[in-house]
């Protein structure tokens, strides 16, 4: 009893301390939450005139979404070949999925970071970015599904004599088929997202035309940008999840 | 006549506490026809696993044409012409019938047209009739998620049949049809036992098909045998007889 109240007067210490470290008892740092009424009036009404560049800024999102879905499932794929218990040996399958954790550590916005510091500004660091996100992220989910795969499916074609790498292709690529579909299926949606969020480090589509009208003070282009992508995400994600409930379930 | 397959004073263990087979001997001859009773646990399927090779005996040997197993040559062998059908039959349920049929033949296809999908023409013609032989020519092109219970043992049967076998081990093979299925499915075996010389063991707990089918009627008790007896000699009250008495061991 006298432990637990020890423990919450310690952790609302904490929550004090959190709020004092981060400006939340700065009189004048709280005074500026008043800037949200200007902020918004300037936000409206939305401009109408950008409506173009945010379509192609999303178009352009979408593009890096779906190349970078790609790339990292077929990289996920092969990665979880060598990360399954079922396919690879010990030794292999330690290192591989290793090196899937180390890749899933960083998220995507560092990744882009990295990319654009190489590649330099716009869609391309954005889509490797995503790529190497994707890798991490599928390779794990698709070595899990593998070694899901039914043992006593597994133990009749191992029956017949099969390779490992006839295993594969016949018994735990066909069973886990469906479920790998509907991952990609999901990380695109997600991907949507994410290319949205690596733009504004510079790794192109709409969120580096955000960051730029931002920058610029256009407040009203990007209420429209802001309302153009909400829409759109919501009409992905709608369309997604219908067509995952009714092919992949 | 000589065994093709032969258990020889078996023991099995798990846990290395509790033996599931005691002192199993059974010797399999071409062309006949073994039925495996027990209770459910009694170790009908770690038999079979034994038998197939997926398990290695704690002590005794099994032979394959008289070789212990434990030459790594001759364990291959035996595998590769031991077809063996698990209790949810094991069938590839994304792919189609003719597929899962072809399956059967891996061994014997070079990898990478295996993989490829390039199965050679007498391997293709094989399984065509193979799928006329089971009565599944009109579902070949058909996913296996499509078929019924009864259509998708079929499958399990050819493609064991694919495999060139020399014996059959179907696991829980007749316990989840409908008797009239589970008929047609013991015709099928009997024929492949008397036409082509193919061994069958089936495991069950469905007493009532034993006498008109199987050569040999075996029941597993706690680990071993407590009848061995000839199908045509055995009646439905010795087998529950023989089955009974650890449910009275245990009730005690
Ligand atoms: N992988 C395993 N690890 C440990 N114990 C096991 C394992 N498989 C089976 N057993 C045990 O061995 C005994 C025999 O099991 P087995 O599956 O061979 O029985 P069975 O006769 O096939 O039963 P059923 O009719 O229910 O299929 C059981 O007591 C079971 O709990
Ligand atoms: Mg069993």
Same mark, same amino acid.
């Given at each position: 009893?006298?432990?637990?109240?020890?423990?919450?007067?310690?952790?609302?210490?904490?929550?004090?301390?959190?709020?004092?470290?981060?400006?939340?008892?700065?009189?004048?740092?709280?005074?500026?939450?008043?800037?949200?009424?200007?902020?918004?009036?300037?936000?409206?009404?939305?401009?109408?005139?950008?409506?173009?560049?945010?379509?192609?800024?999303?178009?352009?999102?979408?593009?890096?979404?779906?190349?970078?879905?790609?790339?990292?499932?077929?990289?996920?794929?092969?990665?979880?070949?060598?990360? *399954?218990? +079922? #396919?690879?040996?010990?030794?292999?399958?330690?290192?591989?999925? =290793? @090196?899937?954790? %180390?890749?899933?550590?960083?998220?995507?916005?560092?990744?882009?970071?990295?990319?654009?510091?190489?590649?330099?500004?716009?869609?391309?660091?954005?889509?490797?970015?995503?790529?190497?996100?994707?890798?991490?992220?599928?390779?794990?989910?698709?070595?899990?599904?593998?070694?899901?795969?039914?043992?006593?499916?597994?133990?009749?074609?191992?029956?017949?004599?099969?390779?490992?790498?006839?295993?594969?292709?016949?018994?735990?690529?066909?069973?886990?088929?469906?479920?790998?579909? *509907?991952? +990609? #299926?999901?990380?695109?949606?997600?991907?949507?997202?994410?290319? =949205? @969020?690596?733009? %504004?480090?510079?790794?192109?589509?709409?969120?580096?035309?955000?960051?730029?009208?931002?920058?610029?003070?256009?407040?009203s282009g990007l209420l429209t940008a802001i309302l153009i992508l909400l829409a759109f995400v919501l009409a992905?994600?709608f369309i997604s999840t219908k067509i995952r409930g009714r092919y992949f379930t | 006549m000589s065994s093709i397959?032969?258990?020889?004073?078996?023991?099995?263990?798990?846990?290395?506490?509790?033996?599931?087979?005691?002192?199993?001997?059974?010797?399999?001859?071409?062309?006949?026809?073994?039925?495996?009773?027990?209770?459910?646990?009694?170790?009908?399927?770690?038999?079979?696993?034994?038998?197939?090779?997926?398990?290695?005996?704690?002590?005794?040997?099994?032979?394959?044409?008289?070789?212990?197993?434990?030459?790594?040559?001759?364990?291959?062998?035996?595998?590769?012409?031991?077809?063996?059908?698990?209790?949810?039959?094991?069938?590839?349920?994304?792919?189609?019938?003719?597929?899962?049929?072809?399956?059967?033949?891996?061994?014997?296809?070079?990898?990478?047209?295996?993989?490829?999908?390039?199965?050679?023409?007498?391997?293709?013609?094989?399984?065509?009739?193979?799928?006329?032989?089971?009565?599944l020519a009109q579902f070949k092109y058909q996913k296996v998620s499509q078929l019924s219970g009864g259509q998708?043992?079929?499958?399990?049967?050819?493609?064991?049949?694919?495999?060139?076998?020399?014996?059959?081990?179907?696991?829980?093979?007749?316990?989840?049809?409908?008797?009239?299925?589970?008929?047609?499915?013991?015709?099928?075996?009997?024929?492949?036992?008397?036409?082509?010389?193919?061994?069958?063991?089936?495991?069950?707990?469905?007493?009532?098909?034993?006498?008109?089918?199987?050569?040999?009627?075996?029941?597993?008790?706690?680990?071993?045998?407590?009848?061995?007896?000839?199908?045509?000699?055995?009646?439905?009250?010795?087998?529950?007889?023989?089955?009974?008495?650890?449910?009275?061991?245990?009730?005690?």
């Amino acid at each position: 009893m006298k432990a637990r109240a020890k423990w919450r007067i310690a952790i609302l210490v904490l929550f004090f301390f959190s709020l004092w470290q981060t400006g939340f008892f700065d009189p004048s740092r709280v005074a500026k939450i008043q800037n949200i009424g200007p902020f918004l009036a300037g936000m409206l009404p939305p401009d109408p005139t950008i409506l173009p560049q945010v379509l192609s800024a999303i178009y352009e999102t979408v593009v890096m979404a779906f190349a970078g879905t790609l790339m990292g499932g077929a990289l996920g794929l092969i990665l979880a070949v060598f990360s *399954s218990r +079922l #396919l690879a040996p010990l030794p292999i399958m330690a290192l591989f999925r =290793t @090196i899937l954790a %180390l890749i899933r550590t960083i998220p995507a916005i560092l990744w882009a970071l990295i990319f654009v510091v190489i590649a330099g500004f716009g869609p391309f660091a954005g889509v490797l970015a995503i790529t190497f996100y994707t890798t991490g992220y599928l390779g794990k989910l698709f070595y899990e599904a593998f070694d899901s795969v039914s043992s006593e499916v597994l133990e009749a074609v191992r029956g017949v004599g099969a390779s490992r790498l006839q295993q594969l292709r016949f018994a735990i690529l066909p069973e886990s088929a469906n479920y790998i579909l *509907s991952q +990609l #299926l999901f990380i695109f949606e997600y991907n949507v997202r994410a290319s =949205t @969020i690596v733009g %504004l480090v510079g790794a192109g589509g709409v969120g580096y035309l955000i960051l730029a009208l931002v920058q610029s003070l256009k407040y009203s282009g990007l209420l429209t940008a802001i309302l153009i992508l909400l829409a759109f995400v919501l009409a992905i994600d709608f369309i997604s999840t219908k067509i995952r409930g009714r092919y992949f379930t | 006549m000589s065994s093709i397959l032969e258990a020889r004073n078996v023991w099995f263990t798990y846990d290395s506490r509790n033996y599931t087979l005691k002192d199993i001997s059974l010797s399999i001859e071409a062309g006949k026809m073994y039925m495996v009773f027990g209770r459910s646990g009694a170790g009908k399927t770690t038999l079979l696993k034994i038998l197939k090779g997926i398990l290695k005996p704690s002590r005794g040997v099994v032979l394959f044409n008289g070789r212990p197993t434990t030459s790594i040559d001759t364990a291959k062998r035996a595998y590769s012409v031991i077809g063996y059908i698990p209790q949810g039959f094991g069938i590839v349920s994304n792919i189609s019938v003719l597929d899962n049929v072809l399956v059967g033949a891996l061994s014997r296809v070079p990898l990478l047209h295996s993989i490829l999908g390039q199965f050679p023409k007498e391997e293709r013609d094989r399984a065509e009739e193979i799928l006329e032989i089971m009565g599944l020519a009109q579902f070949k092109y058909q996913k296996v998620s499509q078929l019924s219970g009864g259509q998708r043992q079929r499958v399990a049967i050819a493609r064991a049949l694919m495999q060139k076998p020399q014996i059959i081990l179907a696991d829980e093979f007749v316990s989840q049809l409908d008797p009239v299925t589970a008929i047609e499915v013991l015709d099928v075996f009997r024929r492949l036992a008397d036409e082509r010389g193919i061994a069958t063991v089936i495991t069950s707990h469905d007493i009532h098909l034993a006498s008109r089918y199987a050569d040999k009627v075996l029941v597993l008790r706690d680990g071993e045998f407590k009848l061995c007896r000839d199908g045509r000699s055995v009646s439905e009250s010795d087998l529950i007889a023989a089955m009974r008495e650890t449910f009275l061991e245990s009730s005690r």
